[in-house]
């Protein structure tokens, strides 16, 4: 079974250029998060999708961030312009029912922005 | 959110058992504990998770105490491959329905020959 993808694993920009990356969920997981993680620190939550709906996006910058999941399986992270603070890996992961009962997130491997 | 507290860095020597702890004393009596791994450029990878009984599978042991306010994660015989930060997460609700894992700073434990 394939596990969750990300893509680009790495990306390269200068400051204020747009960024995007892509996840592409477990088959069957309903329930999609992206999560940023800086050196050193934890995975920290960004938005979580119930199928295409947004559900909690709390945490999202929404100046410069935005992300989408039209058709409830693939999503995008986007952002623009980048700025320096934004180098940080960014993680995908899926669940089924938003761990409603006992389960688990699967991540994918991440896409590492470097913002020169 | 329930808080955790887990020491910063561990050593183990290859073959031995790992303990790695867990504080998480201002835990709900329904809110489960999670251990999760982090080898490193990978995600995050799912170990086990507990509720009141201790748990075992074919990664680690799970070790919880009666009071639910710490919990023991075991390698029973660490190998270099388990290098990795390993994170103590307890499961919180969502407002609004399901629930959520808060990853704190975790524990990086070097496993060496």
């Known amino acids: 079974e394939a596990g969750v993808v990300q893509s680009p694993r790495y990306k390269i920009i200068e400051k204020k250029q747009p960024v995007a990356f892509w996840c592409n969920p477990i088959?069957?997981?309903?329930?999609l998060y992206w999560y940023l993680q800086n050196l050193g620190q934890g995975p920290e939550l960004l938005i979580r999708?119930?199928?295409?709906?947004?559900?909690?996006d709390s945490q999202l910058p929404k100046d410069r961030f935005s992300a989408e999941r039209l058709k409830g399986v693939d999503s995008t992270l986007k952002i623009q312009p980048a700025e320096l603070g934004d180098s940080a890996v960014y993680l995908c992961?899926?669940?089924?029912?938003?761990?409603?009962?006992?389960?688990?997130?699967?991540f994918g491997e991440g896409s590492r922005l470097t913002v020169l | 959110d329930a808080k955790t507290t887990q020491p910063t860095s561990m050593d183990c020597a290859e073959g031995r058992a790992a303990n790695l702890p867990c504080n998480h004393s201002?835990?709900?009596?329904?809110?489960?504990v999670y251990w999760y791994r982090q080898i490193h450029s990978q995600g995050p990878q799912y170990i086990i998770h507990?509720?009141?009984n201790n748990e075992t599978n074919e990664m680690a042991s799970l070790i919880i105490t009666e009071d639910r306010k710490s919990s023991t994660l075991i390698l029973p015989h660490a190998t270099l491959r388990d290098t990795a930060v390993y994170y103590c997460i307890v499961r919180t609700p969502f407002t609004g329905g399901g629930n959520k894992l808060t990853f704190g700073t975790g524990t990086q434990l070097k496993v060496e020959l």
């Open positions: 088959s069957g997981h309903n329930t």
């Open positions: 999708y119930e199928n295409e709906e947004a559900v909690d």
């Open positions: 992961a899926s669940s089924w029912g938003a761990l409603v009962n006992t389960g688990e997130l699967f």
């Open positions: 201002t835990i709900s009596g329904n809110e489960y």
């Open positions: 507990g509720l009141k």
